[in-house]
């Protein structure tokens, strides 16, 4: 009796970590190694023949570790305050113009700042124009807000290209981070110390926004999200709440700006604009904008999908709006609401009875994958990549797509690939409903 | 006076062309409460489908047959996203047809080219029709005018003197009741969107080669519409229509005034040099904040009087 008491206990979910430093360690541990990680990954690219880091891997990762801030900073409105904005870039942009603006002003010894810092001048920037704009945008909510916010940010990326002295124009402002003045003694003049800065200020900027999302404005904005009228009748004022939370990821986007400047040493009109804005909204919602680290998954969803396949071909942008019409369609919770999903599953103990399952809906997704992809290249390819002079391969093979058969094998692939996968995914349904079903007998849903 | 008259024309071109984008926008965001993103595109994609059309059976069945693919596209988008999208919540719904005019404008530059077509004016309208002040007035621009009158009459007439008409005027304020009283309102959801699409389609087969067919003609376009809306009031097509027009005229004038703060100032007695104190903004001529104007009117109607112009509630 005594021993099977002892058993069920550990089964029992502790809501709240322990106190002390056991729960302190087990709550950092993630982080650590998150970090550890992040600092590793350069090195599996390494050049050992050379001895030199390469050069594409630390610009992806570091762009990968600003957008991420980038991103979290958009969901602390869209994910957290429930505040859709069009123009969240515009916080962005101007905390780099800020920073690009400092590290000039200590190059040309009129200040004196550690590099460290500068991405601190950006965020500062950033809850500047934060405050700004977050009076003007926050008085109403809802679709009003969101259209304020794209107001906002084509009147910025308007005045980007209208005056010269503090954007630069089109040409930017060009700007240079060895400027002598490190609280290390570090020069940043290679890019892996660049990133290892990326990664510090990532690290920090990602930690503070989570303890930020506990705080009680947190809370607020959550509540103020979910029914702004009971919030009303609490007490608080839900203006007040968005105004603070819009700032607040002012300051956040800011600091990814000021970052974007150290990164890239030249901050153009690109930076306000609205695609950038857009890009933040669809790795937020690629992500998954209800849990905190969707953002952050979406960010390198689309990076990856950025830097990697705009090598290739013409139509990565097509690739994430797919991505992010099927994720509005089907999955509104992103990525990491389907990981979620699996989560009662998981704890019935039931998990890998899904495995036959996802490898007999892998093979026809990836052959409509591979049918969409194809006419999708072939498609930008006789209108784009001839222009430029590309050749079209795969492989190593030249395909010509003035003949028929290339067209003819994609259609085939996306039509067939999608019957089949509809054939499939009856039975994956199935097999998952019986699953989740069982979980709930278990009382294992949460 | 020469200037101002041309411009009054040409302003009262533009805003009618405006008018035909917003009319369904507006009757779009009124029923359904959907921030169509996806609006501007069917304008894109009807100056798309008549260049192409053009080159082969010739402009005037591209008239007809443009907007009515965009129409058919319209339809579609309605019964196979929006509603299944319509079920998480209006930001979703926005959200989608965000996704689709990313979409659209990628796929519009695999099949046409990143470059502008040469989507030309038929050669039966390409001469001037009158001279005013000896300046030419052309063809072309009296016979968009004349389409979007045709359009205007056509809108109203179908809105106030029609079954559905009424059903649509009903289901503007009460869409519940409309349903309850036993008409079918997801078919006039449906039927008011592909219609919508279909007049921007229209817009943009007329606007297409008065302006430049390019794919970033959507994005241009879209937020102004937005603006017009946004001025002319929810529920209100009375509105919308002063707003097109204004917008349209405002946009026109702010082009031909080639004045700055400066020059006011100089009225004054200051004159502005570059040692000024904001010099930049104070030089900055009127027409290049002419292309600020709209968003600067937008964010002021959104955050001083969200019900615009003649709305019957707040955006």
Known sequence: MSADATQRAPQGRTLVAAPGSAGLARRAWPWLVAIVAALLLPWLFFDWSTRRHSGFALTMLSEIGLMAIFALSFNMQMGQAGLLSFGHAILFGLGGYCAAHTMNAIKAGAMWLPVELVPLVGGLGGLLFGVLFGYVATKQ????????????????????????????????ISTDRVTGTSLFGVSYSSSWQVYCLVVAWTAIAVLLMRLQTQTPLGRMANATRDN???????????????????????????????????????VTFDTVAAAKSATALLAAYIGGAGGFFGPFLGTIVVVLLQSGVSLLS???????????????MYAPGGLVGIIAQHAPIARAGRLRELIVPYVRILLPGAFSVFGFVLLVELASFTTIGAAQGKAFKIGPHAVDPATAFPWLLGAAALIGGGLWLRLEARGFRARWDALIADAKAKGVML | MEVFLVSLLNGLVYGMLLFMLASGLTLILSMMGVLNFAHASAYMLGAYFAFTISQYIGFWPALVLAPLLCGAIGAAIEMYGLRRVHRNGHIAELLFTFGLALIIEKVVQMTWGLIPVPYRIPAGLDFPLFTVYGTQFPAYRAFMLLISALMFGAIWLGLTRTRIGLVIQAALHHPEMVGALGHNVPRVFTTVFAA????????GVIGGNYHVTEPAMAFTMGPIVFVVVVFGGLGSLTGCFIASLLMGLIQTFAVVLDYSVADLLKWFGLTVTSATPFHEVLTVPLPRIGALLPYVLLVLILVFKPRGLMGTRDT
């Open chain 1, 228 to 266: 702004f009228e009971r919030a009303q009748f609490v007490g608080y004022d839900p203006r007040m709440v968005r105004f603070c939370q819009f700032a607040l990821s002012g300051f956040f986007a800011g600091i990814g700006g000021g970052l974007y400047a150290i990164v890239y040493e030249i």
């Open chain 1, 141 to 172: 909510r809802a679709t009003a807000f969101a259209m304020i916010t794209m107001g906002l940010g084509e009147l910025v990326a308007a005045c980007a290209l209208m005056f010269m002295g503090f954007f630069g124009g089109e040409g930017g």
């Open chain 1, 314 to 328: 013409n139509a990565w942008l097509l690739y994430v709006g797919v991505l992010f019409i099927i994720m509005v």
């Open chain 2, 196 to 203: 919508g699409t279909a007049l921007a389609g229209l817009a």
